[in-house]
């Protein structure tokens, strides 16, 4: 993984060794928070074809609750505890690598909350929906120029099209089970 220096936007074309990076870590985190492979999902837009994405590796993780966080395995591989990160609900570790760029983002939720589901559903939207894809794709770009030393006003500026997509979770058609 390439990488983005702390509170930088920074978007390249999609690249296919991200899901080779996934495939790579997904079986370790699995051991280190003892989930079944449904519970490990790889999301945001390195996980969708086509996109430009930020080239931070984002995996979701599904838990029974935060209880069974193991924070310590997670440092032993060079992971940084962000506790919530703003995010009520999500536990947040992140890999940094040379010139304290972040590699890996790694998103714990808790079973009974909705945050698991909300990033599986994104993706498998935007995956399902090339043109609706392309527009995020597109939308992103325009922010990244306007804010390339601004990542929270960068995520702010795509709420409002990352809610409308979300909007439509609860739908019979796309509904996704926990």
Not at 51 to 58: G, N, R, Y
Not at 136 to 163: M, N
Request: proline content about 3%; charged content about 30%.
């Amino acid at each position: 993984m390439e990488g983005v220096e702390r509170n930088k936007v920074k978007l390249v074309p999609h690249n296919k060794e991200w899901e080779n990076e996934f495939r790579r870590i997904k079986p370790i985190l699995m051991t280190i928070f003892n989930v079944k492979s449904d519970n490990v999902q790889h999301v945001g837009s390195t996980a969708v074809r086509g996109i430009v994405a930020k080239p931070i590796l984002d995996i979701a993780i599904n838990l029974e609750s935060f209880s069974v966080l193991n924070i310590d395995g997670m440092a032993e591989l060079g992971y940084e505890d962000r506790l919530e990160a703003g995010v009520p609900g999500r536990r947040l570790f992140v890999l940094k690598g040379n010139e304290d760029r972040s590699l890996h983002h790694i998103h714990c939720f808790e079973r009974n909350g909705d945050g698991f589901r909300k990033q599986v559903f994104f993706r498998d939207y935007l995956i399902g929906h090339p043109e609706i894809a392309m527009q995020y794709s597109e939308l992103k770009i325009g922010l990244a120029l306007i804010t390339p030393d601004d990542r929270k006003r960068y995520t702010e500026g795509k709420d409002r099209f990352v809610q409308s997509i979300l909007e439509k979770m609860d739908s019979e058609v796309f509904k996704i089970d926990q």
